[in-house]
């Protein structure tokens, strides 16, 4: 039986990191800016809003506890006396850390016996991040549901040498749920999901780095998780993915705006 107190937890929060997302350009190494090559996408394609905050995780761990964490690290465990204070993930994130314990066997495809569930919340404003005051220049903070992810074989996994867990990370070993998975563990949580903008055909996505430009500023001119009047509203972009998340891209203002003034 899993015990989180007997566990090899940097081995558990290996499993658990959110792997890196591809930009829909090609980054160029040499200088960062984007490159003509672009992901493609077949079918259905969902966008919905990248919100700029810090990247949390709450773990469902198959003893009835969880582990609160960054990242990068592992901030908490329920029943700890002191947790990590970084980035307010602990005090924002453990209500609903406790919310989502009490309910987990409701939940779709619920972890229980040799499996665990992460949720990945993306925590913004505050003082977290350059972009805070996009959301609230008065100090507010939320949060939103982006993915989830059902690991299972983790008696198997949690004996895995370091690099072997990085790498199955990497290439995708970990099974995230699907868009109409997310809508119903979003509703029966009751954790909003991070904006949804449009459904599109991929051969509908724009191509160049100049028409995602124009893109971009058409889908999502503003923010649509603003914490109250005060924010300024600026967004950070817009992530693609089909509905079973097998393909997946962020597409960021930023990177296209700088792309594209380095050119001119």
Do not use: C
């Amino acid at each position: 039986m899993f015990d989180v107190r007997a566990a090899n937890l940097a081995a558990v929060n290996s499993l658990t990191k959110y792997p890196s997302i591809p930009t829909y350009h090609e980054l160029d190494p040499r200088n960062g800016s984007l490159t003509e090559t672009v992901t493609v996408f077949a079918g259905a394609v969902h966008g919905t809003e990248k919100v700029d905050g810090t990247n949390s995780r709450v773990i469902l761990l198959p003893d009835g506890s969880y582990l609160l964490g960054s990242r990068e690290e592992l901030l908490y465990a329920r029943g700890d006396l002191i947790g990590n204070p970084a980035l307010g993930i602990v005090d924002n994130l453990r209500p609903i850390a406790e919310e989502l314990r009490a309910t987990a066997e409701e939940l779709t495809a619920a972890p229980g016996g040799d499996a665990i569930r992460v949720f990945y919340l993306e925590l913004y404003g505050g003082k977290i991040g350059g972009q805070a005051k996009q959301y609230s220049t008065r100090g507010a903070t939320g949060w939103r549901l982006f993915d989830v992810a059902v690991i299972d074989a983790l008696d198997e996994r949690l004996g895995w040498a370091p690099a072997r867990i990085s790498a199955w990370r990497e290439e995708r070993g970990q099974r995230f749920l699907g868009e109409q998975e997310l809508q119903v563990t979003s509703a029966k949580t009751g954790i909003d999901l991070t904006p949804r903008l449009f459904t599109l055909d991929g051969a509908d996505l724009p191509a160049t780095i100049t028409e995602t430009h124009a893109f971009l500023a058409d889908r999502l001119p503003a923010t649509l998780v603003a914490l109250d009047e005060s924010g300024l509203r600026a967004p950070e972009g817009i992530v693609l993915r089909t509905a079973d998340r097998s393909t997946i891209a962020k597409a960021r203002v930023q990177d296209y705006a700088r792309t594209l003034k380095r050119r001119r």
